[in-house]
């Protein structure tokens, strides 16, 4: 695939889809950046360094920084889409007039959109003509950008319906320190990453009432059972979870400190509102966006998913965290099993 994709482009110059663009460029791929920010992208062209979102890092040379997103993807094979969710839908459709027939999209944006509770591949299905042959891949796992910047070792999953793509974009991203598995289930890969995000923030807001580690063990655990729930209802595999995409991105979400939607929990959890802590945030937690959809997925589908709903309601409905776990630890006695025992 080398061969193909000498000139790869990048879409989307936040932290995370920088952070790809220089893994990439280091590889000897030329990388072609789309940056929304005009500002930013003539800083990152003069100083090769993305100092609003990934400030502290040289950038390689081989990144070439453009405002035009016609200019990025033109003739690229292979593209990588890195912006918020709740753009997405609007910058896919931009470059849908432009995409090369049979190019491969690999996907690294972990959300649900709101308004259709679509994955992201979700969305370039219901916009993609059949006859432009485009393949899209799904990259998800346990991977903060400052230290895939800093070159410390992970690994990760790249997910394909086909199996032969998801090997090729194996070895484009694979280096020493970014170790890259390949996965079948789309679907639970694209669904364990959108909603880790939500139990990331309720993570955080245990953390931030001041709750011990047996509470964080618990909540990451029972999250991951809501989380798998789910995922089988919407014809995952159960297994997808105990994988990277699943509970590698979980544990690494509800405990880093680098996690930004733990951040939004903690401070919620310290009595700050939504929207204070929104004021001051220029990165995106899509976790707070992707709360909606899994409530309204979860309601749609039958669904039961306690932590998301208490998590919705804290989050758009201004419930108290303090009672939003009270109400947690006093629900109805159940199994822990939902399978009957051979």
């Known amino acids: ?7 790869i482009g990048v879409i989307g110059a936040g932290s995370w889809g920088t952070t790809l663009a220089h893994l990439l460029a280091e590889k000897g791929f030329s990388v072609s950046l789309w940056v929304y920010e005009k500002d930013l992208a003539e800083t990152i062209q003069k100083t090769k ?11 390689s040379e081989r990144i070439m920084p453009s405002g035009n997103i016609e200019e990025v993807i033109r003739h690229r094979s292979l593209l990588v889409m890195v912006v918020p969710s709740h753009v997405y839908r609007s910058v896919a459709l931009q470059m849908v007039p432009h995409l090369q027939e049979n190019a491969v999209i690999v996907s690294a944006t ?4 709101n308004e259709t509770l679509l994955t992201m591949s979700g969305i370039w299905k219901e916009i993609l003509p059949e006859s432009l042959g485009i393949r899209v891949v799904t990259l998800a796992g346990p991977s903060f950008a400052r230290e895939v910047m800093q070159k410390t070792p992970t690994a990760v999953t790249v997910a394909a319906e086909d199996r032969e793509t998801a090997r090729k974009v194996q070895h484009v991203f694979h280096t020493p320190y970014f170790r890259v598995y390949t996965s079948p289930d789309k679907v639970g890969v694209e669904l364990a990453g959108a909603l880790k995000n939500v139990i990331a923030i309720a993570a955080g807001v245990c953390d931030g009432l001041g709750y011990g580690l047996n509470t964080r063990a618990a909540l990451i655990t029972r999250g991951l ?6 995922g089988v209802r919407m014809g995952a595999h159960p297994l997808t979870f105990a994988g ?4 590698g991105d979980l544990l690494l979400t509800c405990t880093g400190d680098l996690s930004r939607n733990r951040t939004v929990g903690f401070r919620l959890g310290r009595g700050e509102t939504l929207q204070e802590i929104l ?8 976790g707070i966006r992707t709360c909606t959809s899994v409530y309204e997925l979860a309601k749609k589908l039958h669904v039961d998913m306690p932590i998301c709903e208490q998590m919705y309601q804290i989050l758009h409905e201004n419930k108290n965290p303090r009672q939003a776990v009270w109400d947690l630890m006093e629900r109805d006695l159940k199994s822990e099993l939902e399978f009957p025992l051979p």
Request: glycine share 8%; hydrophobic share 40%.
């Open 225 to 230: 059972a809501e989380i798998t729930r789910l």
């Open 279 to 286: 004021a001051d945030m220029r990165m995106v937690a899509e």
């Open 49 to 59: 360094e993305n100092t609003l979102y990934l400030p502290g890092f040289s950038l």
């Open 244 to 247: 990277l995409s699943g509970i």
């Open 110 to 113: 972990k959300g649900i959109e």
């Open 1 to 7: 695939m080398r061969h193909i994709e000498e000139h």
